[in-house]
């Protein structure tokens, strides 16, 4: 297998496999969240043997100048809550046309809030990145990582337009996969 799309959640997933169900074997899970994400991601790369990994899910804007369903590309994560001397920065190359942009890997939604203050603020904050690409990097699979914007940072979760940030996912990865 060349490439493996990885989502948080299925639901995550429904975009792109409503427009392409013949990758469902190129499909996997890897859970919400550092611990789940790392675990899962580990055992797919073992079970499929891919060459590269792409992340793929929703995501919290902190730039303001990203609107909700736009969908970015992540070349720059790190965990957001380790003090800096701990803090390990992933990049990865870009693959797509989508705006490139940095993202935070967060224990819970909002955490990014408090650094509002730092200049090294990223655009994006989401839950798994920087675990899935420890892993890859361990295994020494190339990683990539594209998200949809959900929601804002501060929004409270019944303002999150989950299905819009899925739908664009699902159509933005459509039209990168259909352009390699």
């Known amino acids: 297998m060349t490439t493996l799309y990885l989502f948080p959640t299925s639901k995550e997933a429904e975009g792109l496999l409503s427009r392409r169900a013949d990758l469902k074997s190129q499909v996997g899970f890897v859970g919400v969240g550092m611990a789940e994400a790392a675990a899962s991601t580990a055992r797919l790369i073992v079970e499929h043997r ?15 100048c990203l609107r909700v369903g736009e969908v970015v590309e992540v070349v720059s994560d790190s965990v957001a809550e380790l003090p800096a001397r701990f803090a390990l920065k992933y ?66 979760r019944s303002a999150w337009r989950i299905h819009e940030a899925v739908e664009a996912l699902g159509e933005a990865l459509k039209v990168e996969i259909e352009n390699e």
């Open 91 to 156: 990049h990865s190359e870009p693959i797509t046309c989508l705006p490139k942009v940095s993202s935070f890997t967060v224990s819970r939604t909002g955490a990014s809030l408090p650094l509002c203050g730092d200049d090294a603020l990223p655009s994006i904050e989401q839950m798994e990145g920087a675990a899935v690409a420890a892993v890859a990097k361990q295994l020494g699979v190339d990683f990539h990582h594209i998200r949809a914007i959900s929601n804002r940072v501060s929004d409270d």
């Open 50 to 64: 891919p060459r590269r990994v792409v992340l793929c899910g929703i995501a919290g804007a902190c730039d303001e």
